[in-house]
């Protein structure tokens, strides 16, 4: 369709970037330029707050951590989902659809109705505290959607192909390493993105899970905020930190990315 | 229908995901409807209670009100950024540099922890320096945040500019999938932009605008860090939505039997939800054709 320019989504940009923006200068901003009085960039800039991000441990643990289990629980949830996106995508067995179903009704629970359970289960385990805990018990919302997206890759690829590797001779370890995997690569980064960015937001559970140690980032700043005022542009700082894997991610899977909001199914 | 022999592999397929579920949604779930149908002293020994629980959750009128809270920022938020979210992919330039940007940038909110997106809303509306308690303070109103309404408002606006975007994607990838052909069709016919919209672009957005509506009442109404960060429920209650009020019951006041049922509760109203969005995004899809074979 033949389309004229529009102002439209300039005035949606701006709106997206001011807070941002604001976000970035009350970050550069010394502490007595932001309880003086409003101005608009900083007047005398300052990297001190990332400098105080940066030489305090118990701040840059907080990246260092969070990273560490929102990448293991990527790896699990894409160990477990693979095979179980081909088996809804390539059988219709016995109860697939309300399983797939119920799957989803688990990705739509908020975390706050499991939190208490889930934290006494991890604690009877011994785990409280541990990267595992936290990897493991975010699987209940990230392995559906997972398997949601995935499926929808895997169901794009003619079921024929799984045949003719079959008359080949491959088993279906083969079949998976040689011809599936390569042909939803895509999907499998879209998977992974998406897994990344929902273990990256959440914090109810990973701050609950986690008492020294292991504590993520979210939850460092959560708990800084008691002291509210005093902290808004070390907090700002530490919140423009957190921006940086997820900019970075949506670069390199920016072609896909609407495919797997939309769990594979587009059109 | 499938062979024993498929039945067994693709059981077998599924065994690390089911596994992986049992324990980390199943067994939690299980024990929060057992709390829910028990009384306890600090977690040491249950006395079967029944339905107590729930006839006091149901009744109260705390409870009514905090659903009434998450229901009302769910509609609300459905009703503005559905439309908005249309309209601005109609918008969107079709391809170029500048429409792979829009997309990139669009997608930032998206990927932000939902604790900073509630302290970038917080700071920008800081009395006295704040950019839009100012903002508006320089047209002549007054940011207060005493005032409920200005605070739905904040969360509003704060839940729109952090998950628009979504609707915009979704949008926008359903309209890529529409042929040119439609629209020589349609100029041909000489359909004007709202016959175009009507008649080819809106039925053709069905299934990702049920995928948006479904994401995006969810994701609103399970709201809890970001407006817990921006107002803590406040002023007086006018903010405390489900999720901050089973929080609250939960862990604060540690009331395992009355937070259950309330949990209970809400997990229904989200899986009959969740139900029917499914049942009509699914059986149009790629499911369809496992039911027919």
């Not at chain 2, 324990?23 to 299980?30: E, H, R």
Request: charge should be neutral; charged fraction near 10%.
């Amino acid at each position: 369709m033949n389309q004229r320019f529009s102002i439209v989504p300039v005035f949606y940009l701006a709106f997206l970037l001011i807070p941002l923006y604001w976000l970035l200068t009350m970050s550069f901003k010394p502490m007595k330029e932001i309880a003086g009085q409003l101005t608009l960039y900083p007047k005398s800039p300052t990297l001190n707050h990332y400098q105080v991000i940066f030489s305090d441990s118990s701040w840059y643990l907080g990246y260092l951590n969070a990273t560490i289990y929102v990448l293991m629980n990527v790896a699990i949830c894409l160990a477990a989902a693979i095979p179980a996106a081909y088996a809804f995508s390539r059988y219709h067995f016995f109860g697939s659809r309300s399983l797939f179903f119920s799957l989803l009704a688990f990705r739509m629970m908020s975390p706050a109705i499991l939190l208490i359970p889930i934290v006494q289960i991890f604690s009877d385990l011994n785990l409280i505290d541990t990267y595992i805990a936290v990897a493991l018990a975010h699987c209940f919302f990230n392995l559906p959607i997972a398997i949601w997206i995935l499926e929808g890759f895997i169901s794009s690829v003619p079921a024929e192909l799984d045949e003719l590797a079959r008359i080949d001779g491959y088993n279906l370890a083969t079949y998976f390493r040689k011809i599936l995997l390569p042909e939803i690569a895509p999907g499998i980064a879209v998977a992974a993105f998406f897994c990344f960015l929902f273990s990256w937001t959440e914090v109810i559970l990973s701050n609950a899970l986690t008492t020294i140690d292991v504590k993520p980032i979210g939850a460092i700043m959560s708990r800084v905020s008691s002291v509210f005022t005093a902290n808004v542009p070390i907090l700002s700082a530490a919140g423009v930190l957190t921006l940086i894997p997820g900019i970075l991610i949506v670069i390199l899977v920016r072609r896909h990315l609407t495919r797997g909001f939309s769990m594979g199914r587009v059109d | 229908m499938a062979s024993t022999a498929q039945h067994r592999l693709a059981y077998g397929l599924l065994s690390p995901t089911l596994v992986l579920m049992i324990l980390s949604g199943v067994i939690p779930f299980a024990l929060v409807v057992y709390f829910s149908l028990h009384d306890t002293f600090a977690g040491e020994h249950y006395i079967w209670v029944g339905t107590t629980w729930y006839e006091q959750v149901l009744g109260s009128t705390e409870f009514h009100a905090a659903l009434l809270r998450s229901l009302g920022f769910s509609i609300l938020a459905l009703a503005i950024q559905l439309p908005l979210g249309i309209y601005i992919a109609l918008k969107l330039p079709v391809q170029g540099l500048l429409s792979k940007l829009y997309i990139i940038i669009f997608a930032i909110p998206l990927l932000m922890p939902v604790i900073v997106v509630g302290y970038i809303w917080k700071f920008l509306v800081l009395p006295k320096i704040g950019l839009l308690s100012e903002f508006v303070a320089l047209l002549g109103w007054n940011y207060d945040l005493n005032d409920p309404v200005v605070v739905w408002i904040t969360l509003i606006l704060m839940n729109t500019w952090h998950w628009t975007s979504l609707v915009v994607l979704l949008c926008f990838a359903g309209l890529r999938t529409i042929p040119d052909a439609y629209y020589q069709a349609a100029a041909i016919d000489g359909a004007g932009r709202w016959a175009i919209f009507r008649h080819i672009q809106l039925p053709k957005l069905r299934l990702v605008l049920l995928i948006a509506g479904l994401l995006r009442f969810m994701d609103s109404f399970i709201i809890y860090t970001e407006a817990y960060v921006l107002a803590r429920g406040g002023p007086g209650v006018s903010t405390n939505f489900l999720s901050l009020e089973l929080i609250q019951t939960a862990t604060i006041q540690f009331d395992l039997g009355e937070g259950g049922a309330m949990a209970v509760i809400y997990a229904t109203i989200v899986v009959v939800v969740a139900w029917l969005f499914f049942s009509r995004i699914i059986p149009s899809q790629s499911m369809k054709s496992q039911e027919d074979t």
